[in-house]
């Protein structure tokens, strides 16, 4: 379904004080509405309300940007409508509703809300309520509420584009966001796991907080690390050979002392470099006979768990396996998919490949196969 975005930026924001609206202040070298506008980019059609009196400040901060400006109304449920009488593509199906003042919404929040679009009339992104409630007057605390069943809400806030256009054609208005006008013309809502960094920025300090996040420190960025790794094996007698756990019918097998699958140890090379972690040697001595005769899986698994345990995602994983013989090219897919059920990453994220070294070398002699991987962990 194509998908398209409504970013509510009509409002005043008087508590976040400044000479101006905060979705036009600075943030981190750009205009809060920048970052928002920018976040959604990779969608077909933006759509920006903003206040009247704003049209001159909102065109400078959309260039670059193919970006539909549009007047807002009184209230927010007002601008929402002039947002979705602005919507012209005929092939948009679902659309997301988000406030401009949450500019540190994450691609994957927005993904989420797409995809759940495919099985629901609605979906938005809240956090858990995590905290004590309680009820207060006059400085005191006057009773305690139950958090049970109680949700943080946060946007974008997504929806089939014609039911969420009648529901708020048939609302009275006052509305606190679109899932309320959703939820009183009976549609279903998913609610989807939202972040803490989808902060809403309304005083002061959010500012801070959210430069924060769009401009993270040495500390606090996202820590990617490279690994790469390298093995051959020899061929000796056999009937096959297993790569990628994968067995493939050869006239010689590959010699080693474990099944000696050398496109999987080179992955699993790659993975303890990326954490400068040694080698399989150093994890499974070739000395220690238990190892002998043993599945790579065992070796793999282990680097994938040690990953995890260390707070790393395997991004993706690059093999390339060098030989004459057997022809790699009709068991890729099959090499590909064991690697993913191994690894749990996606099969688009693992490329495996072969190529020759034009009858050179101890593999051009079919002497056996070597093996290069590249691996890519990341810890947010």
């Known amino acids: 379904m194509k998908t398209g975005v409504i970013i509510v930026a009509a409002g005043r924001g008087t508590r976040a004080g400044g000479d101006r609206p905060k979705q036009w202040q600075d943030l981190a070298g750009k205009p809060v509405a920048r970052w928002t ?60 509703i988000h406030d401009v003042a949450r500019p540190c919404v994450s691609r994957t929040v927005i993904d989420a809300v797409t995809d ?23 400085g005191r605390v006057t009773g305690t509420r139950d958090r049970k069943g109680l949700w943080r809400a946060q946007t974008p806030q997504g929806f089939h584009l014609d039911a969420i256009t009648a529901a708020h054609a048939a609302h009275p208005g006052g509305a606190a966001d679109d899932v309320e006008v959703a939820l009183a013309a009976g549609l279903d809502v998913a609610i989807v796991p939202g972040e803490d960094r989808n902060l809403k920025i309304t005083g002061p300090r959010d500012f801070a907080r959210a430069s924060a996040i769009v401009t993270p420190t040495r500390e606090t960025a996202m820590d990617i690390r490279l690994g790469n790794g390298y093995d051959v094996h020899r061929f000796g007698a056999g009937d096959h050979v297993v790569l990628c756990g994968v067995k493939i019918p050869h006239g010689r097998g590959l010699q080693g002392h474990s099944d000696a699958d050398v496109g999987m140890h080179a992955v699993t090379d790659a993975l303890y470099g990326a954490m400068a972690m040694g080698d399989i040697g150093r994890h499974f001595p070739p000395s220690d006979l238990q190892w002998k005769g043993a599945a790579s899986e065992i070796f793999l698994r282990h680097a994938v768990d040690l990953a995890a345990r260390n707070g790393f995602a395997i991004s993706n994983i690059d093999l390339t396996l060098v030989c004459e013989q057997p022809k790699i090219g009709p068991h890729a897919g099959a090499m590909t998919a064991e690697m993913a059920r191994i690894t749990g990453v996606a099969p688009d994220r693992i490329s495996v490949k072969a190529t020759t070294s034009e009858r050179l070398g101890f593999t051009g002699r079919e002497e056996g196969i070597a093996a290069i991987a590249t691996a890519t962990l990341v810890k947010p």
């Not at 009339?121 to 995590?130: M, N, S, W, Y």
């Open 37 to 96: 506008l920018e976040a959604f980019s990779h969608l077909p059609s933006l759509i920006l309300v903003i206040h009247p009196d704003d049209t001159a400040i909102a065109t400078a901060c959309c260039a670059g940007l193919d970006v539909t400006l549009v007047h807002g109304g009184p209230d927010r449920s007002a601008s929402v409508r002039a947002g979705l009488a602005a919507v012209r593509d005929a092939s948009l199906k679902t659309v997301l």
């Open 116 to 138: 759940a679009l495919s099985r629901h009339d609605g979906a938005a992104p809240a956090l858990g309520v995590t905290d004590a409630l309680w009820t207060g007057a006059a």
